[in-house]
């Protein structure tokens, strides 16, 4: 009901527009597409399953690089592991540009280091890749993190003495605790209801986000944002989040002592103290709170999701699960943590964790780039600004790469010898100068949580296997995991 409603309003509202603005026509030899329709773009084209679908269907009649009008605007997708790393690590500087998703634009602005562009995303990413080392990125010190806060998880997990739970806000809690300790000096308790809330409006805006909706404001977000809908919602869940960060931030300007700086918050009031006369800085308030809040979503969401996706699968394929505790047996065993200097001893469960990313796919279509000038790719002319998809599920689906694109197999990363082998198509934290900040902390998250569960606990679900459905919840430009109930019973 909700998705024709919008379609209706879409048609009416976009030929009104069309009247007055006319249609903008973009300069250059884009590649070819489907045709469009003034304004409405290839709207009539488009799979109701949503974009990827449809981007899938175009790949097949226009190859691995072709357009598509989203509304009015050309979008340049990139599909398979060669174009993609032909783009953005072959012509890194030209593809570094950052393109815009319309759900989350009215709250971001082009601020934090995230979806900014030019000269201020190359100053914040270099401070944050700095701050971050500082406060947690150098191994031992998020190794440490990260341990301490399995056995909190684990201990927590034994007072549910089997029982089936939801682990969505466990998996939220601890990875929001690694992410919160470096950027906030703090950690929360499993039941701190500020924490449970805005871990929710998280969660939320995730779901929202990936949502169909979300893809059809993409098309038409310049009219569609005068009517209610899911933009109106994230743009409320972040609000809520930027309070808290605003009230953070506040406490830390109380007691910022500049000769010990405890987080990345009072690294960047520092920083913003000692260039207060440069009248262009980019050391001010509001990309404070926009850089924040992207490493306090990305942060969290990201490395529960694919928690919770790899859970649900070792449900499915409980001898998946059985081969990872053996290999925990014979390197670990029972008697000490798990640490990151064991993943190389263990190629099994690295494999496997690296086949959950792959087949989990949490961000299918990626996060929208730009060209940063006219750029010549391939035989194609693509103009300044113009904005590319680059498709990362077509990567991590790419049969060329993997045997079984389609189906569960953690084989995919092993040798024939069992060793972990490489593999150029996987790059689930995309790759080139925009790939994701924060890919060492989730790695090491992944391995660690990982293990130290699966150390302690077999699972099992009230569901046989075979009934399991491991068909996402919503598939956009995030992909969520389906709710499941999952029993922790202790070894």
């Not at 597409?33 to 790949?59: A, V, W």
């Not at 977000?221 to 005068?226: A, E, P, V, W």
């Amino acid at each position: 009901m909700e998705a024709s409603v919008l379609l209706f309003l879409t048609i009416l509202v976009g030929f009104l527009l069309l009247l007055v603005k006319g249609h903008p026509k973009a300069h250059g030899r884009l590649p070819p597409g489907p045709r469009p329709l003034p304004l409405l773009g290839n709207l009539l084209q488009l799979d109701r399953r949503g974009l990827l679908n449809s981007f899938m269907l175009f790949r097949e009649k226009y190859g691995d690089v072709f357009t598509v009008h989203l509304g009015p605007r050309p979008v340049v997708m990139l599909c398979g592991t060669e174009a993609i790393r032909e783009a953005l690590v072959d012509q890194a500087e030209a593809f570094s540009g950052r393109g815009t998703v319309a759900v989350v634009e009215p709250f971001l602005q082009g601020y934090g280091m995230a979806f900014s562009n030019g000269e201020r995303w190359k100053v914040l990413r270099r401070f944050s890749v700095a701050t971050m080392k500082d406060f947690g990125m150098g191994k031992w010190n998020v190794e440490e993190r990260i341990k301490e806060e399995a056995q909190c998880l684990v201990e927590e997990l034994q007072k549910f003495q089997g029982a089936p739970m939801d682990p969505t806000f466990l998996f939220q809690s601890i990875t929001a605790n690694i992410i919160c300790s470096i950027v906030f000096g703090e950690r929360f308790d499993y039941k701190d209801h500020q924490f449970l809330h805005l871990l929710d409006l998280i969660y939320q805006t995730f779901l929202l986000y990936s949502s169909f909706s979300s893809q059809v404001f993409e098309l038409f977000s310049g009219f569609l944002k005068y009517f209610p809908g899911v933009h109106k919602q994230i743009f409320k869940n972040m609000q809520g989040v930027l309070d808290y960060i605003g009230q953070s931030v506040e406490k830390h300007r109380e007691t910022l002592d500049p000769s010990n700086p405890r987080d990345f918050i009072d690294a960047y009031l520092l920083r913003m103290e000692k260039e207060k006369s440069n009248q262009h800085t980019e050391f001010h308030h509001q990309n404070l709170m926009i850089s924040v809040l992207s490493l306090f979503f990305a942060g969290t969401e990201t490395s529960s999701t694919t928690l919770r996706y790899g859970f649900l699968l070792m449900l499915k394929y409980p001898h998946v699960a059985e081969k990872v505790q053996k290999e925990i047996d014979q390197v670990i065993g029972s008697h000490r943590l798990p640490t990151l200097d064991d993943r190389t001893k263990m190629p099994y469960t690295e494999a496997v964790i690296y086949e959950i990313q792959r087949f989990s796919d949490i961000a299918p279509i990626g996060v929208p780039h730009k060209v940063t000038k006219d750029t010549l790719f391939r035989e194609y002319l693509l103009p300044k600004n113009t904005e590319v998809y680059p498709i990362l599920s077509a990567a991590l689906h790419d049969p060329q790469y993997f045997e079984q694109p389609d189906t569960f197999n953690p084989d995919h990363f092993l040798d024939a010898n069992g060793a972990l082998k490489k593999n150029e198509a996987f790059m689930p934290f995309s790759i080139g100068k925009r790939i994701c900040l924060g890919e060492g902390i989730a790695r090491s998250e992944l391995f660690l949580f990982f293990t130290t569960i699966l150390q302690n606990f077999s699972v099992s679900s009230p569901v046989a296997p075979e009934d399991i459905d491991i068909s996402p919840k919503e598939t956009g430009f995030g992909k969520v995991p389906p709710i499941y109930q999952i029993c922790f019973l202790a070894r």
